[in-house]
C-alpha cells in the first residue's frame, strides 16, 4: 500500500464531475459601460430629474473649485477633489432613502453635502479637525474613510444588522479603483454576497491610485467583472454620465431593497484634478489624456441633452450657477472664521471613563493655562 492510500487519499474511482452553483452569465458585466446620453433612451428620462442633476453638478463643480482655492488659503490641509467625477458623486446620493446609509471615502465629501450635511461640516475632518464634524445619524452618513477600502466591511456590518432587525435599509459604500486591491474590498465584498446583504459598491474607476494606472492594479477585463467571483451582479456604467450612473445605481438599490443581495457597480470617470493639492500629476500622466477627458465633461453632456429637449435655457444656467455661488459664497464666509478650540479636548472621549493618568494631565494642563491667563510665568 502506498503512503496515499495509508493517509485515506486513494480513490479508486474518479469524483463525480463538478458543477457551477449557478450560471455566472446573469452576473457579468456588458462589455461596455451603459450610457443614456446621446442615445434615444435620454428622450425617455425624467425631466424633473434631469434638472435636479444638472443643477446638483453645477453646485458640485463649484464646491470642488471653492474647496481647493481653501487649500491654497491654508483653510484647508487637503483636499481630494472630485473634479470630473461629479455625476457619480450626485447620483449616489440622490439614489437614497432617507432610511439609508452612504459610506464615503476621503474623495466624496461632494456626496456627503449632496445627501444634505452642511458644506462646512463635511470639510471638518480635511481641515484638521481631530473629529468627522457632523452627526453620521442625523444624515446616515458614516465619516469619511480615509484608510483604502476600510468603510466596505462597516457598510456591509449596518446593512446586514439591518436586515436581521427587519429594518428595510440599504447600504451604498463608495471606493475607488485603488481601493479594489485591498483586502478589506474581498472581505466586504465576499460577506455581502454569502449573507445577501442589502448593500451597493460603487467603485469610481478614475484611472489612477494616485499615480498607479489601473492596468498595474487589476489584470482583469474590468473592475465590474470581479463581481462574479464573489457570486453577485457586476454593473458597468459610464461614470460621466449622470442620467446612467442614477439609473444603474437605482436598480441596484432596488434590488438589495427586494431580498436580492448585493451589487458591485464600476463607473468609468476620470480625476481631472490631482490626487489632492499635495501631488504633482504631471509626472505620471500627460495633458492630452486630461484634456480627452474634459471633452466627455459630465456637466457639459447632460447640459447639451436638457437643451437639445428644450429643458433648459439661458435662465435656467443662470440661475444654477448663481445658487452655486451663493454656495460657495457662504462656504468660504465661514471657512475663514477661525474655529474655538478648546485644549481640554485633548481628554474628551479617549476613554469612556477617564483613567487617573488622564485625570492628572487634564488638571496640569487646566492649571497651567489659568496661570498664563493670570499672567503668572510657570
Not at 484608510?147 to 462597516?154: E, G, M, S
Not at 450612473?245 to 451589487?263: F, K, S, Y
Not at 433648459?312 to 474655529?339: F, G, H, I, P, V
Request: hydrophobic share 40%; proline share 7%; aromatic share 6%.
Amino acid at each position: 500500500m502506498t503512503v496515499m492510500e495509508q493517509r485515506g487519499g486513494y480513490r479508486p474511482t474518479p469524483p463525480p464531475a463538478w458543477q457551477p452553483r449557478a450560471d455566472p452569465a446573469p452576473l457579468l458585466p456588458d462589455a461596455e459601460p451603459y450610457r443614456v446620453l446621446g442615445t434615444e433612451a435620454a428622450a425617455q428620462a425624467d425631466p424633473e430629474l434631469l434638472r435636479r442633476l444638472y443643477a446638483d453638478l453645477v453646485r458640485g463643480r463649484r464646491y470642488n473649485t471653492q474647496a481647493t482655492a481653501l487649500t491654497k488659503q491654508g483653510r484647508l490641509a487637503v483636499y481630494p477633489s472630485s473634479t470630473g467625477q461629479e455625476a457619480c458623486e450626485v447620483a449616489a446620493a440622490l439614489v437614497l432613502e432617507e432610511r439609508d446609509w452612504l459610506f464615503p471615502s476621503y474623495r466624496d465629501t461632494l456626496a456627503v453635502v449632496a445627501r444634505g450635511v452642511d458644506p462646512v461640516e463635511a470639510l471638518t475632518l480635511l481641515r484638521g479637525d481631530w473629529h468627522t464634524g457632523y452627526d453620521p445619524f442625523e444624515h446616515r452618513v458614516a465619516p469619511l474613510c480615509t484608510p483604502l477600502a476600510t468603510q466596505l466591511p462597516h457598510a456591509v456590518g449596518l446593512a446586514h444588522a439591518a436586515r436581521l432587525k427587519g429594518d428595510d435599509v440599504v447600504a451604498l459604500a463608495m471606493v475607488g479603483d485603488g481601493g479594489t486591491s485591498e483586502g478589506d474590498f474581498h472581505e466586504a465584498l465576499n460577506f455581502a454576497a454569502v449573507w445577501r446583504a442589502p448593500v451597493v459598491f460603487l467603485v469610481q474607476n478614475n484611472g489612477f491610485a494616485i499615480s498607479v494606472p489601473l492596468a498595474k492594479q487589476t489584470a482583469a477585463p474590468s473592475l465590474a467583472h470581479k463581481a462574479v467571483g464573489y457570486g453577485m451582479p457586476g454593473r458597468l456604467v459610464d461614470g460621466n454620465d449622470a442620467v446612467a450612473v442614477h439609473e444603474v445605481l437605482a436598480d441596484a438599490v432596488r434590488h438589495a431593497r427586494a431580498g436580492g443581495g448585493p451589487t458591485l457597480v464600476e463607473a468609468i470617470t476620470y480625476r481631472v484634478e490631482a490626487h489632492t493639492n499635495a501631488d504633482d500629476a504631471t509626472r505620471y500622466r500627460g495633458d492630452d489624456e486630461v484634456e480627452t477627458w474634459r471633452r466627455h465633461d459630465p456637466i457639459d453632456l447632460l447640459e447639451h441633452a436638457l437643451t437639445e429637449r428644450g429643458l433648459l435655457d439661458e435662465e435656467m444656467k443662470r440661475a444654477a450657477r448663481d445658487a452655486a455661488e451663493t454656495m460657495a459664497a457662504d462656504l468660504r464666509a465661514r471657512m475663514n472664521q477661525d474655529a474655538p478650540l478648546d485644549p481640554m479636548d485633548l481628554f474628551a472621549h479617549v476613554y469612556a471613563e477617564p483613567t487617573p493618568q488622564l485625570r492628572e494631565q487634564r488638571a496640569l494642563l487646566r492649571a497651567e493655562i489659568e496661570a498664563e491667563q493670570g499672567g503668572t510665568q510657570l
